[in-house]
């Protein structure tokens, strides 16, 4: 299988999307949540990896990123923490197989406004499948710690996190974010949204223009799409649902990696 490509742009922030194979519910149990998060913080320690925020949900992952340009971090990364937990959980379950599909998606999204609702998308996933009434009542998500940092096995960048957003202090992101959050829920925003799963970039016309030059050949044939809170980056839709055998998916076809991690 095809080594993942270097697509990321350093010095932008990514919003990865990663399913279990067939969809099936292979993250179902607490257990292989937190073994994924503890691989997670490895990732960090190992290669700089650079978090903003994350999600653990049953059958599927969201990473926010930022590429620092320090060598690949990002598809390192990657490659441990899902090739780990998935070596771990079919070992303990004498299971046979892929764990998770050999492509996972990346959009960009631009910081400022875009990342506060792309950060607030990600935070209310388990809300919007009904599993929880509120964001606080998923354990294995950014949410809390974003709301109440760790002092130790820290996951989210915290500096970087509080720059990005434009926060003049930690307090004031804090208070913020549980802003978003409550924002979102009451405004009942609780479908799925495609930017955020379905593009190559999300932000300001001048930011999608900026990525879809950058990628050069890679963006040949994608154009950008006005959206009602900004732009995004998009293609003509790929036979790609055929593939998952499901009409409703959260990753997209375009900006998709192939990897090297398939266990047996």
Partial sequence: ????????????????????????????????????????????????????????????????????????AIPQSIQLVAGRTGQEYNQRKSRKGAFWEDRYHATAVESGEHLLRCIAYIDTNMVRAGVVDHPSMWRFSGYNEIQRPKRKNILIDYERLQWLVGARSYDQLRSSHQGWIEEYLSNGAKSREEEWTASIAVGSMPFVDKVKSLLGFRAKGRSSKESDEGYQLREAPARYNAHFGAKNVDIGPENLHSWDVNPE
């Fill in 1 to 72: 299988m095809a080594r993942a490509k270097r697509h990321f742009i350093p010095g932008h922030i990514w919003h990865i999307t990663h399913r279990c194979h067939k969809r099936e519910y292979l993250l179902k149990f607490s257990k292989d949540r937190r073994r994924y998060l503890q691989w997670l913080y490895q990732a960090r320690k190992r290669y700089g990896l650079a978090i903003l925020n994350y999600m653990v949900t049953s059958n599927h992952i969201h990473l926010l990123v930022v590429d620092t340009g320090e060598g690949n």
